[in-house]
């Protein structure tokens, strides 16, 4: 693992996008696994820069998402679907038909799931990019997900839904469940990069890095990944 500090979100950002643009730069068809959360924003707003100053294209890129919600449907503002159009996609020239999300359809998840796997499988992501939950989730590979899993439905610890309460105006709105990319499928990828930023994460990250590799803290299998950069900031990185 090649563990970077920076100095702030924004240095974090920076660094994040710098990889990004020099892979897209390299291969301009790449295949990226993407992510949601606070987290990415910056990277994906610096992206944005990027191309609107014409450094990168996204024209032959395709995007695989780690997760969506259950029981909310896309056109949702909160669902991942809507996320990634507002922070990325409608301003970028990607071709919707490069686009994947886990779809969320309850009446056809079964086959959209392992439809899911088997695309992922076909287009092994060139970069993952991941953020860390506080319980040291992946995706929403919860504390005690196999790490034999490929794209499954979740469901969600109140842990979780109360970080992601802040999306929402209430409990009750947050949905209990979702589907999200398997620690295996997560693993395939060639390389990965997990960005953390704050004081909240710096447990989990500390887990992450320097505890033993346990299905209870789902990022620490990451350990065990041969080509992972961790980008933090200095809280994110504080108990190091
Ligand atoms: C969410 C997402 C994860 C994300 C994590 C941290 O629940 N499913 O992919 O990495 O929580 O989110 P944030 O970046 O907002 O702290």
Partial sequence: MQVIICKDYEEVSQ???????????????AILGLATGSTPIGLYQNLIRAYNNNEISFKDVKSFNLDEYLGLPRTHAESFYSFMHRHLFDHIDIKEENVHLPNNDEDTLKKDINDYTEALKKNVPDLQILGIGANGHIGFNEPGSSFDSETFAVDLTLKTRIDNLRFFNHIDEVPTRAVTMGIKTIMRSRQILLMATGEGKAEAVMKMIKGSVTETLPASILQKHNNVVVILDELAASRL
């Fill in 15 to 29: 660094e994040a996008s710098r990889l990004v643009v020099n892979l897209l730069r390299k291969n301009p068809r």
